[in-house]
């Protein structure tokens, strides 16, 4: 199952990002702070999942369907690879000692998309979602370690929501719980060892029609960015 990386540029995760929210994509699919949290607890998972396994919960949280919802099958499968293609990269960087999230590091983006991009409730979502599908390897942290996943569920779970309702001073503890994050994904890759399962090969797709990135004029003539324009409300 191990396959050589394949490498996304910012370009790739910013057609990631607006493949996600593309309006023919069903309401159930991941946004890409969700996909993230996932990715990252399907990689530290020992069993060395294939991506036939967990792919397809990224677009259908009801069902697991295996495809994305595009009409065009080339969407479909730039979609697939781009997904497949972070998953690697959330591998590489934990083989390389890196356990925070690729979407935190703002300057890859706008300086003021920074909390865009990292949405700390639903990065938690996310890796939780990981965790319930497939919980065979997580049963005996969970009885063991529940502190490794404690910021997950405050800021991702009903009860840690109704938790910080509750505090008076939710914001503190949102802060913290956040600062753990990668913490605490770096002592469950201390625990799991998981293999290096890259999920797919080195390439170059090649694009054969225009698209839309969240970065580009929207179409609508306005003169704003996509993402700040009729790409805020897509889906």
């Not at 997950?152 to 910080?164: D, I, V």
């Not at 939710?170 to 293999?195: K, R």
């Amino acid at each position: 199952m191990t396959a050589e990386r394949y490498t996304l540029s910012e370009e790739d995760l910013l057609d990631l990002d607006a493949l996600l929210t593309h309006p023919e994509m069903e309401e159930g699919t991941m946004d890409i702070a969700e996909l993230d949290g996932y990715l990252t607890a399907i990689a530290l998972n020992p069993d060395g999942l294939a991506p036939e396994q967990w792919l397809g919960w990224v677009w259908d949280s009801v069902e697991g369907r295996r495809e994305p919802g595009f009409e065009d099958s080339r969407l479909a499968d730039l979609t697939a690879v781009l997904v497949q293609g972070h998953f690697n990269e959330i591998l590489a960087g934990m083989a390389e000692g890196r356990f925070e999230s690729l979407l935190r590091n703002a300057a890859l983006y706008d300086p003021d998309d920074a909390q865009e991009w990292f949405d700390p409730a639903a990065w938690c979502d996310g890796f939780l979602f990981g965790i319930s599908h497939f919980p065979k390897a997580w049963q005996q942290v969970e009885a063991e370690h529940p502190e490794w996943l404690a910021p997950m569920r405050l800021l991702g779970t009903p009860e840690g929501e109704a938790q910080l309702a509750a505090s008076d001073n939710a914001q503190e503890l949102q802060n913290q719980a956040c600062d753990q994050l990668s913490g605490c994904v770096a002592a469950l890759y201390a625990h799991f060892q998981p293999p290096l399962h890259f999920a797919f090969p080195a390439q170059t797709f090649r694009r054969e029609q225009a698209k839309v990135g969240r970065n580009d004029p929207c179409a609508c003539g306005s003169g704003r960015k996509y993402k700040k324009c009729c790409g805020k409300d897509a889906r």
